[in-house]
């Protein structure tokens, strides 16, 4: 009975309906909604791990600090990682509490300043081994887990106040100007990467001999340069095709005029000059035309930003690269 209730109601329906009209029985499929971002969003140059294991280069001499001197499982480990229980040499007596945080650092040794730019003692180089936080202090002992490596930490590893840093924004403007003018700011040069590495590119960590008393600061950009025609590994000293035009270019058997295509350089008696024996009996060589030029154009090859200053030093990131960049390159703050 139901049914035919329901049946009365559907014709009932119809007939109000107006003529020429109809129903469709079936739902819609519900469109998909399609979310458009109205800004994108700006990115950081460093990740966690970069900005609190680029190490640094410290001028002053290191004070008195707590001391990584046992672990849990010492007997049978030399190296400790994340999660691992250490032990350091202070506690309540020395102001250590529970929760405090601290930064594992290894000194590596001091500085050379190999550039001469810059006289005097630049540092000891500070490697950042990782981080760890205090869970149960005794009087003169302290119990600490690791809660984060860069690399594995050591019995004698020393602890530091955790840096107050935070990673400068990525530029949003296009690639990197290559033609661009000196600032006239200070220059100094890049002395070294992490790792000892000596061919650097992008995301790379490196050290530059300016710090705080270069008014140098953390989110200072500084172009990375080199004068024209040096900086690779191998050097082009002579490409000429022809040394010597006195004696002529053609074959032995055929003259040929005294002239050969070899000699597409070279100047004769008649050209106008500053100095008229420059090129007397001599071709026109690449190495006489660099003596000979103006001042000309640096050779940019990339672009750095400064996540850590020190006194003397900063430690910066790799931005945008032109090419490889090399230690002992310049760098010119923007």
């Not at 050097?235 to 040929?256: C, H, I, K, L, P």
């Amino acid at each position: 009975m139901p049914r035919f209730g329901n049946f009365k109601a559907l014709l009932l329906s119809f007939a109000l309906l107006p003529a020429g009209a109809f129903v469709i029985n079936a739902q819609e499929p519900a469109r998909p909604t399609v979310i458009v971002p109205t800004q994108n969003t700006q990115q950081r140059v460093a990740d966690r791990t970069r900005l609190f294991c680029a190490g640094y280069i410290r001028n002053q001499t290191l004070p008195h600090m707590p001391e990584i001197v046992g672990a849990v499982e010492e007997q049978e480990q030399r190296r400790y990682a994340d999660g691992d229980v250490v032990y350091i040499n202070a506690g309540s007596h020395d102001g250590i509490k529970e929760g405090q945080t601290f930064q594992i650092i290894r000194p590596r040794g001091d500085v050379k300043g190999v550039f001469r730019q810059k006289h005097g003692f630049l540092g000891t180089y500070i490697q950042e081994v990782g981080q760890l936080q205090v869970f149960k202090v005794r009087e003169n002992t302290s119990a600490a887990q690791i809660t984060f490596t860069c690399d594995t930490a050591l019995l004698g590893d020393l602890l530091a106040p955790v840096p107050d840093r935070e990673s400068p924004m990525q530029r949003a403007d296009g690639n990197l100007d290559l033609f661009v003018d000196p600032s006239g700011k200070q220059t100094g040069r890049l002395m070294m990467a992490k790792d000892t590495r000596e061919t650097i590119t992008r995301n790379d960590i490196v050290y530059i001999d300016l710090g705080t008393e270069d008014q140098v600061k953390p989110g200072d950009y500084l172009t990375v340069y080199r004068p024209l025609g040096e900086g690779n590994i191998t050097r082009v000293d002579n490409e000429e095709m022809a040394r010597n035009r006195a004696g002529g270019f053609q074959s032995d058997r055929f003259r040929g005029g005294g002239v050969g295509l070899q000699a597409n350089r070279a100047k004769d008696g008649t050209a106008v000059v500053k100095d008229e024996n420059r090129y007397n009996d001599r071709p026109l060589t690449t190495r006489e035309v660099k003596r000979h030029r103006p001042l000309m154009p640096r050779k940019i090859v990339g672009e750095i930003v400064v996540i850590d200053v020190q006194l003397r030093t900063a430690t910066a990131i790799i931005t945008r690269v032109a090419g490889e960049v090399h230690t002992g390159d310049w760098v010119e703050i923007q």
